[in-house]
């Protein structure tokens, strides 16, 4: 069953990737870009193992890990909407001094255990042939990983309050017009972006690998980023962006094992190249257009 | 830009003296507040922050070793800062200086170590800053290729295909060009000693970085004083006109792309040529990403970038003085380069 | 236009010094990135009695953190211990020095830091160490794992392989699938080594086990090194063993999944009560304070630190860890008659004839490989399913 082991591992590698980008998304709705997603992670993953060697309890753990990614995103936050700093700028040292605050403070816990989230079979359900192992045989962050992506597309597309993120992110004189404050809208979807990338740095260090190392992100956040815009924007498609790259991750190591005689360097590049791959495609068939207040970021305007 | 200086001048003659206290005091503020901060991190871990900052500027500053491995560090950062600076002032985000630069190392190295390493010091030293050029091109005209043809955001393409480079290089590393006298690790054959830039007695200095500084001298001379570099400025400024006036974008778009990837590629080569001498897999890691930060430090402005490259290059080379001298972890450094970088960023308003 | 005459006049003023400075430099002087202000070959008898003697530091350069439970903390380790048996010295450290040109400048300033002795304790590092001893013929360099060494450079390093090679003897008679798995990060020779090493030891007691090589890339991603996991023992592999610099992900992983696994570098027993087998493990500390000892002394020309050193399960330097309790008593025994064997000499775990992936023979019938031989391996043996790149 090659088949099911690669979309489990999909989901098992992907998660991280995917809560990320759900972030990523939210913040980008609201025209923001956060290139130091990464950073954001590694404050999650810190954070979360911290909290849960302190108390032994993951799920305060993975709150805790929600916060310091939101700490972290509103230097972001504060950087780009209240001193106008240039976005992309700001995003790339908020990824650099990510990786230097968790390296600096994370060093006593790289030789701590956690007990952290194990997977948990869902009765019943991961009985159901081929499909159970692969969507219900989980740790329970997985699982509201999961759940998550309904809401969110719900609340962007279907709330008061998705308009107006999604106003912020297009028209933003409609906003004033109505008496809203754009620049809090966006405050607010820039660190609730970095809480969704913190839970999904947590997500690695307390449910998937019960450590915390320094630079375990490893790229995750910066993949993240580029997968909102293969998503067009859209939860569902981050989704199974996320997904997608966590398969590549899962199947090069798959290939090895195989014995074909494929240069391993080959098989690291696939789950970016994919990305790109499965960018070209999405983009080809142009459904969905950026946000105003983001393509000014890309056109180089990119102060907030 | 004449208006400008005109406001500029007439609020100066009103308040002389104040305009100019405050300017100058915000902009000394935004350069001492990090260290400030970074001081009273470092009283918390019982360092003494004077006794540093003093022996991190010995060591930058105390001697002409010093002051060029200072310059050496700010070589690369110059040019990759120049391929995110000239794409920049035509509206595109190239975060590919990374990859660009270590494809640009591997063609050069390819080049040296299969075809040049006969040659005269006057001819293959040349030809290697081709392939350099080359190689970074190529990179960077996948990236361009994707946005002229493929429609896809170049900040995006060239982030994931730095990556990709990584790889490339370490599969070539480990395989085609490994060394053959090196006991099977991961790393090309010397480049032979006629092909190695000549270098500042006392020093590691090769004359890489009087190439980097004829490069962005060059830049801003071909934005600044010239027909085309007026037409990318207006692109950049304003798509919408450019589209209006006729420019044809994609071609421009293009050639501003190869253009900056010529620049990390030679960047690539000179670290080759200039002080590594064989290509690793590690080979320039970073200096793309801190040459994106130098670029926009400097508001993407060519002769800026070269303070801000340099000012990037001293806080690395003090990096290593720190760790050894108070024996904190070298992540650390990324701290304190990240707190100056805040402050730049976020302190441009009121520093105007 | 005012911020631009600025500007100017910075390129200008830059422009200036450049040409000053290379006006004082000598076009011929480019040989290998050494700057002639070094000194000439000075090789007399007192030249070599005063190397390494009267410094007030010892420098270690490592390419990780010392805390991550893998190659650089056992490097630390032996760090501390100098920084105790000598007082009087000041140990000074860099992690995260990368393996490039940049690893010159942080032994540069440790030379300039009083250092007279420096441990460049990575592969990488070693090209860089030769540079910087041109430079300072009175500094003793004592490189991790080089293969080339110079009149003031000594290379040490610990034949790791044979534990390893016991590792796998044990592995090889614990699994019952008979196969096994083994993640490691990019294919350099000492990874293949171990690799073989491992394959050989469990083939040794099962001839038709084999072993999946999984290569993730990098040296420590948490990530990755799960997913690796997964995938191998998905792939019905029923031993783990790894060479990466962190290992709590992998051991905890398999535990977790019911699969026995095989430590590097340090002890992970506690991590896995169940499927611990057994370790291969690095022991510098009182190496590192003989060698530094010798340097002080004046001794290190002539001494056994002079070229290239090889300490072994022998001398200690590097050991096989302690046994699971799951492992039973037979299976311990036969190991540690193995492990006597091995120290007696009597038994050879690479003596010829060994053949590759592809049946080419590497070590003829009857021929014992030399460190050169071993330590730059670039190919897997018999057994190993896996591709590494040519």
Redesign the interface.
């Known amino acids: 069953m090659i088949l099911a082991d690669i979309l489990t591992g999909a989901i098992r590698s992907g998660t991280s990737v995917m809560l990320a980008s759900q972030g990523e998304l939210v913040s980008e709705r609201a025209g923001v870009i956060n290139l130091g997603t990464e950073g954001s992670m590694l404050g999650g993953a810190l954070g979360g193992f911290a909290v849960t060697v302190w108390t032994g309890n993951p799920w305060l753990g993975a709150l805790a890990g929600g916060l310091c990614g939101l700490l972290i995103a509103s230097i972001h936050a504060f950087l780009v909407l209240s001193c106008g700093a240039n976005q992309l700028a700001t995003g790339l040292t908020i990824m650099f001094f990510g990786m230097g605050v968790t390296a600096f403070f994370g060093r006593g816990f790289v030789s701590e255990q956690i007990v952290g989230f194990n997977p948990v079979a869902l009765p019943l359900l991961s009985d159901i042939p081929f499909l159970g192992p692969i969507l219900f045989n989980h740790d329970p962050l997985t699982y509201l990983s999961i759940l998550l992506v309904p809401l969110l597309w719900f609340v962007i597309f279907r709330t008061r309050i998705g308009i107006m993120l999604r106003t912020a992110g297009e028209r933003e004189e409609v906003l004033f017009a109505s008496g809203i404050n754009a620049k809090l809208v966006r405050y607010l979807a820039v660190l609730a972006g970095g809480f969704l990338a913190g839970i999904g740095g947590a997500q690695l260090s307390i449910a998937y690998t019960h450590a915390w190392v320094e630079n375990m992100t490893a790229g995750r956040g910066v993949v993240a980023v580029a997968l909102v815009i293969f998503a067009s924007w859209k939860p569902a498609r981050a989704m199974l962006g996320a997904y997608l790259f966590g398969a590549a991750q899962a199947l090069q190591l798959t290939v090895q094992q195989q014995g074909y005689a494929i240069s391993p360097f080959f098989l690291f590049m696939a789950p970016y190249l994919l990305t790109l791959l499965a960018l070209l495609i999405v983009e080809r068939r142009k459904s969905s257009r950026t946000p105003e207040a983001l393509g000014k970021v890309f056109a180089g305007e990119g102060s907030g | ?1 004449k208006t400008q ?1 005109g406001t ?1 001048a007439l609020s100066a003659g009103r308040w002389p003296s104040f305009a100019r206290w405050k300017k100058r005091g915000v902009q000394a503020m935004i350069f001492v507040a990090p260290f400030v901060l970074y001081g009273i991190f470092l009283l918390c871990y019982g360092v003494n922050p004077i006794d540093l900052y003093v022996s991190m500027v010995k ?1 930058a500053f105390g001697d002409l ?1 010093g002051f060029g ?1 200072v310059l050496l560090k700010a070589t690369p950062f110059v040019l990759t800062g120049l391929a995110a600076a000239l794409p ?1 002032k035509a ?3 190239n ?1 590919g200086g990374e990859g660009q630069l270590a494809i640009g190392a591997l063609f050069a190295t390819w080049f040296a170590v299969f075809y040049l390493n006969a040659m005269p010091a006057w001819l293959g030293i040349p030809l290697m800053l081709i392939a350099g050029a080359l190689g970074g091109a190529l990179w960077a005209g996948l990236v361009a290729v ?1 946005k002229v043809k ?4 170049e ?3 060239s ?3 730095n ?2 480079a990584t ?2 290089v ?2 070539f590393v ?2 085609m060009l490994k060394d053959p006298d ?6 090309s054959p ?1 480049i032979s ?1 006629s092909l ?12 890489g ?2 190439v980097a ?1 004829v490069l ?2 060059l830049v ?1 001379f071909v934005l ?1 004083k010239t027909r085309l570099g007026f037409r990318i400025r207006v692109l ?1 400024s304003n ?1 919408l006109a450019a589209e209006r006036a006729g420019f044809n974008i994609n071609k421009m778009y293009f050639w501003v792309l190869i253009s900056a990837g010529m620049l990390a590629g030679i960047a690539g080569m000179i670290e080759i040529a200039g ?4 290509l ?4 320039g ?1 970073n200096f793309g ?1 801190l040459g ?2 130098a670029a ?2 400097a508001w993407n ?1 060519p ?2 970038l ?2 801000t490259a340099f000012l990037l290059g001293m806080i690395s ?1 003090a990096g ?2 720190l ?3 108070s ?1 904190l ?7 304190l ?3 100056v ?2 402050f730049i ?5 009121w520093s105007r | 236009m005012k911020t631009k005459r600025r500007a100017s006049s910075v390129l200008l003023g830059a422009l200036a010094l450049i040409m000053l400075i290379t006006g004082c430099s000598q076009p011929g002087s480019h040989s290998a990135s050494s700057p002639s202000g070094g000194s000439s070959e000075t090789s007399t008898a007192s030249a070599d009695a005063s190397m390494g003697t009267g410094g007030s530091a010892v420098g270690f350069i490592f390419v990780g953190t010392k805390d991550d439970y893998g190659y650089n903390q056992a490097a630390y380790l032996g760090s501390v211990a100098v920084e105790e048996a000598y007082p009087d010295l000041k140990v000074l450290r860099a992690e995260n020095v990368p393996e490039t040109a940049e690893a010159e400048r942080v032994m540069e300033q440790m030379i300039k830091d009083g250092a007279k002795i420096i441990f460049p304790t990575s592969y990488g590092h070693l090209e860089p160490a030769l540079n910087v001893a041109k430079r300072h013929p009175d500094v003793v360099f004592f490189h991790q794992g080089g293969l080339k060494t110079a009149n003031n450079v000594g290379t040490y390093f610990g034949t790791i392989w044979e534990p390893v090679y016991l590792a796998g003897v044990a592995a090889g008679k614990m699994s019952k699938t008979g196969k096994l798995g083994y993640i490691v990060s990019v294919p350099i020779p000492q990874v293949l080594l171990n690799v073989n090493a491992f394959t050989l030891g469990a083939r040794s007691v099962n001839p038709d086990a084999t072993t999946s090589v999984v290569f993730t890339g990098s040296w420590c991603d948490p990530g990755q090194q799960a997913n690796a996991t997964n995938s191998l023992i998905d792939g019905s592999v029923d031993v783990l063993s790894l060479h990466q610099d962190c290992m709590k992900t992998v051991i905890e992983t398999a535990e977790r999944r019911g699969v026995m696994t095989v430590g590097y570098h340090a002890d992970a027993s506690s991590l896995a009560p169940n499927g611990w087998i057994t370790g291969s493990l690095w022991n510098w500390p009182e190496l590192f304070v003989e060698m530094v000892k010798t340097a002080q002394d004046g001794q290190f020309k002539g001494s056994k630190f002079d070229g290239k050193y090889r300490g072994t399960l022998a001398d200690n330097v590097v050991q096989l860890g302690s046994f699971g309790a799951n492992v039973p008593a037979d299976v311990v025994q036969y190991v540690e008659d193995q492990k006597k064997a091995l120290l007696e000499g009597t038994l050879l775990p690479f003596k010829g004839p060994v053949k590759d992936q592809s049946g080419g023979v590497r070590i003829a019938e009857g021929e014992t490989p030399t460190v050169e031989q071993l330590e730059g391996s670039d190919y897997l043996v018999e057994g190993v399913i896996g591709s590494i790149p040519k």
Request: charged share 15%.
């Open positions: 830009m200086t500029i060591s070793y491995e920049a509206g595109l985000v975060v994707l493929g429609r896809l955001n900040t995006i393409t982030v994931l295909l990556y990709v790889f490339t370490g599969f480990h395989g090196s006991f099977n690790w991961p790393f010397e000693s190695r830039l000549p270098i500042v007695d006392g020093t590691r200095l090769h004359i970085f009087v500084l962005a001298a801003w600044a950049g798509r002080i590594e001498g064989r690793r897999a590690s080979t890691a990403y994106f930060l926009m430090m402005h002769l800026r070269i303070v080379v290593n003085t760790e050894i001298g024996g972890p070298s992540s650390s450094v990324n701290i380069m990240a707190l970088l805040f960023l976020g302190g441009r308003r």
